[in-house]
């Protein structure tokens, strides 16, 4: 789902038709007829994406996203009018199942957000599946593009801040709060410089957000 700033393609590859069965690659992103296609206009969580409930357990939204969308899609004929071509190569377009508008029936439902960078198209959309809580908005989630930009900078933080490693050199910090809640924090989050490890009251480091989840952490709101 990952998704750039979209460059210009020719004349006529703007407003190719591409036909064809659909097969999911993920939330927001179908292989039609053995074209690779990025729905226009959508943006939806990414694979390892989390969300948290009311409760403020975690839960894989991102994975129950690509699931729901494939169950819905899958083996389905789809007539898509290319917009642009972004820089993986993919056609951005708009495409339609039975008639019905694909982007637009998933933020309806709450499996994708408006991407109002690119366009305005479903931004009413969205909002009455904020209102309604649909989907992924009955939980706190943050947008997939504010997801990949944390991604990205905690990616760079750990490359130039290699003294934030543990001795195992592993980057993640596995905090336990006051109130004996285990959390982990990334680099490039918000309180991330600022947790210190003290492996003698049971906190640590880890090397991957699984391994952190598994042993009983879990991530870090901010």
């Not at 637009?104 to 109002?116: H, K, M, N, P």
């Not at 309604?132 to 905690?154: D, E, L, N």
């Not at 009251?201 to 880890?206: D, H, T």
Request: hydrophobic content about 35%.
């Amino acid at each position: 789902m990952l998704c750039t700033a979209i460059i210009g393609v020719p004349a006529q590859a703007a407003g190719k038709r591409i036909t064809g069965t659909i097969q999911v690659i993920d939330g927001d992103t179908f292989d039609v007829g053995g074209t690779r296609v990025r729905l226009f206009g959508i943006d939806a969580p990414e694979g390892d994406q989390t969300c948290t409930d009311a409760r403020g357990d975690e839960l894989r939204c991102g994975s129950f996203v690509t699931t729901q969308v494939r169950d819905a899609y899958r083996g389905k004929q789809a007539v898509c009018k290319q917009v642009d071509t972004d820089r993986y190569g993919r056609s951005v377009a708009r495409c339609v199942v039975g008639n019905v508008d694909v982007g637009q029936s998933l933020v309806a439902s709450g499996l994708a957000f408006a991407f109002a960078e690119y366009s305005r198209d479903y931004i009413a959309v969205e909002k009455a599946a904020i209102r309604a809580g649909r989907g992924i908005h009955a939980y706190t989630m943050v947008r997939p593009s504010a997801f990949r930009a944390q991604k990205r900078a905690a990616q760079t933080a750990a490359v130039k801040t290699p003294a934030q490693a543990g001795q195992n050199g592993c980057t993640i910090k596995g905090n336990i709060s006051a109130k004996g809640v285990r959390i982990f924090h990334v680099a490039g989050q918000r309180d991330y410089q600022r947790t210190s490890i003290r492996t003698d009251k049971g906190e640590r480091w880890f090397c991957s957000a699984s391994e952190a989840r598994a042993a009983g952490w879990r991530a870090a709101r901010r």
